[in-house]
């Protein structure tokens, strides 16, 4: 892949002007910058990608199954063919190991062909019919079928954190073009070098397909200016965004400003608790730590789903347990974080924490004192302390992990109560633990998108059936996910066909069933 870093924009086929602010990447391990200039879109570039996507819109929203799966599978053969260029700006970027990046990237291949799978099959739509009933009394039925259809324009907000599954190709961009919305990508301003790279991928597949050029745009720039017109752009119908707490935020006031208000699907804050019973500990304590530890500290805890928050009830088997753990986190080494704001945000936050009174301190380890590390630490509180103050529920992203200490299991569900939504809730315990405590797992299972038994909760399968997703803050909208084939709805909206001729319906409704899915008829499922 030899494709120049221009540093601009994408606006559809053409590339946007330089604006007021230029910055360059910059790389946390060697703490050098990058050659390249990238350069902040404009406003009047803004409202170039926006035109264009309205534009395209009708054309996408009438492409077929087939059509769509054609073009997401071509966004991944160019993105495999471009993986080791991919790869090794992705490292330089964001200090990410190579093994990592390549992992990554092939799961946005997979994504991208999931979602290719889901439309050309066509059954995704939800086909429903009820035929018409003229001799019904007192009043005649009619001829109702239902389907989704595409929203419309969305505005993709790219993740710090992963510079491919939830960026300019991942999860939220595949999704909207399998809706058969076009998609406006706001890149992140930690990894420009990856988004030209990609953008200019997209682009190249939009041509191949003979589709508007107004199918795909990517601005360049900071998410907080660029991204807050972008947002309030008219053409936009629904918004997606991986970050933090204070970014979804304020996307999602001001997409409730707008004249028409749209939907916001973020995903922001989670410390994704993990419930320890006593029986599991005492069986297999130590080998919960050693699996615990790799998933608090994995890349070095920059991931949604890091288990930040610890719950046990204190016993023999727990206090040994914590002595194992605590071991594996002083054993972990420091790692180099994404960013020099998120090692400063990390550092600062871990400071205020462990300087709290009744914070203890089980894991400090010794860093090497470089710039850009974090260093993983075990913390513990009592669950009285830590009921008395909301601010050590706040996610803390790194490698840091919070033991609350509970004197029984009424006052463990007591946390648990007081707990804000998450992503994931995870508890280990015995086969007898878990038939016992039913009112557990249903505490757990109004707690998070997601619920574990005797695992661990980082790494997220892309399936049919994976959630990602959680009551707020975890999600702005708890009743979705940001990963798997339901992903799609988001950038849906149904619609309903009354007393149409069979021909002048949507292919997915008419008699025959010519795509051959299985629709609901008349409250059946048949084919």
């Given at each position: 892949m030899s494709t120049p870093l221009l540093g601009l924009s994408y606006l559809g086929f053409a590339r946007g002007r330089p604006g007021a602010y230029r910055w360059q990447s910059f790389n946390t391990t060697t703490w050098n910058h990058l050659p390249e200039f990238f350069h902040s879109a404009t406003a009047e570039d803004v409202a170039t990608a926006g035109n264009l996507a309205a534009e395209a819109a009708p054309v996408l929203a009438a492409l077929s199954g087939k059509a769509k799966a054609a073009f997401l599978r071509d966004i991944a053969v160019r993105i495999e063919a471009a993986t080791p260029a991919l790869a090794a700006r992705a490292q330089a970027e964001t200090s990410l190991p190579e093994a990592r990046c390549l992992g990554e990237i092939g799961r946005t291949m997979g994504q991208l062909r999931l979602f290719a799978d889901l439309v050309e099959k066509g059954q995704w739509v939800d086909a429903r019919i009820e035929t018409a009933n003229p001799e019904r009394k007192p009043l005649p039925k009619p001829d109702h079928r239902s389907m989704c259809r595409a929203l419309g324009p969305v505005a993709v907000f790219c993740a710090s954190n992963f510079p491919f599954a939830y960026s300019v190709a991942g999860g939220d961009t595949a999704s909207?073009?399998?809706?058969?919305?076009?998609?406006?990508?706001?890149?992140?301003?930690?990894?420009?070098?990856?988004?030209?790279?990609?953008?200019?991928?997209?682009?190249?597949?939009?041509?191949?397909?003979?589709?508007?050029?107004?199918?795909?745009?990517?601005?360049?720039?900071?998410?907080?200016?660029?991204?807050?017109?972008?947002?309030?752009?008219?053409?936009?119908?629904?918004?997606?965004?991986?970050?933090?707490?204070?970014?979804?935020?304020?996307?999602?006031?001001?997409?409730?400003?707008?004249?028409?208000?749209i939907p916001v699907y973020a995903e922001m804050s989670s410390i994704n608790p993990v419930v320890l019973l006593e029986g599991a500990l005492a069986a297999r304590g130590e080998a919960i730590a050693t699996g615990l530890g790799a998933s608090c500290t994995l890349g070095v805890g920059q991931f949604c789903t890091q288990p930040g928050l610890l719950l046990m009830v204190r016993s023999a088997a727990a206090e040994a347990f914590a002595g194992h753990l605590a071991a594996q986190f002083r054993?972990?080494?420091?790692?180099?974080?994404?960013?020099?704001?998120?090692?400063?945000?990390?550092?600062?936050?871990?400071?205020?924490?462990?300087?709290?009174?009744?914070?203890?301190?089980?894991?400090?380890?010794?860093?090497?004192?470089?710039?850009?590390?974090?260093?993983?630490?075990?913390?513990?509180?009592?669950?009285k302390t830590f009921l008395s103050d909301k601010s050590l529920q706040a996610e803390l992203f790194?490698?840091?992990?919070?033991?609350?200490?509970?004197?029984?299991?009424?006052?463990?569900?007591?946390?648990?109560?007081?707990?804000?939504?998450?992503?994931?809730?995870?508890?280990?315990?015995?086969?007898?633990?878990?038939?016992?405590?039913?009112?557990?797992?249903?505490?757990?299972?109004?707690?998070?998108?997601?619920?574990?038994?005797?695992?661990?909760?980082?790494?997220?399968?892309?399936?049919?059936?994976?959630v990602h997703g959680g009551p707020y803050p975890s999600l702005s909208d708890g009743r979705t996910t940001s990963v798997g084939s339901n992903a799609i709805y988001r950038f849906t909206r149904l619609v309903c066909y009354q007393n149409f001729p069979d021909a002048a319906l949507p292919v997915e409704l008419r008699a025959a069933n010519p795509l051959g899915i299985l629709r609901m008829v008349n409250g059946e499922m048949v084919k």
């Open positions: 909207a073009f399998a809706a058969g919305c076009p998609v406006v990508v706001m890149a992140h301003h930690a990894h420009p070098g990856v988004a030209d790279l990609m953008g200019g991928l997209i682009v190249d597949a939009v041509r191949a397909a003979g589709l508007p050029e107004g199918t795909f745009s990517m601005l360049q720039g900071d998410g907080r200016e660029v991204g807050q017109l972008l947002a309030k752009h008219p053409a936009i119908r629904a918004i997606g965004f991986t970050g933090s707490r204070t970014g979804g935020r304020a996307l999602m006031d001001t997409a409730a400003a707008r004249e028409v208000p054993a972990a080494p420091e790692g180099v974080m994404l960013t020099p704001p998120i090692q400063q945000a990390y550092v600062k936050g871990l400071t205020a924490r462990s300087g709290r009174g009744g914070i203890q301190t089980y894991a400090p380890g010794k860093g090497s004192g470089k710039p850009g590390r974090a260093l993983p630490t075990l913390l513990a509180v009592a669950a790194g490698p840091c992990s919070l033991i609350v200490w509970c004197d029984d299991a009424a006052q463990l569900h007591k946390v648990l109560g007081a707990l804000e939504g998450n992503l994931t809730a995870t508890v280990h315990g015995t086969d007898e633990e878990l038939a016992a405590n039913a009112a557990l797992i249903e505490r757990l299972a109004a707690l998070a998108g997601r619920v574990v038994v005797n695992g661990f909760p980082t790494g997220v399968e892309v399936s049919h059936a994976i």
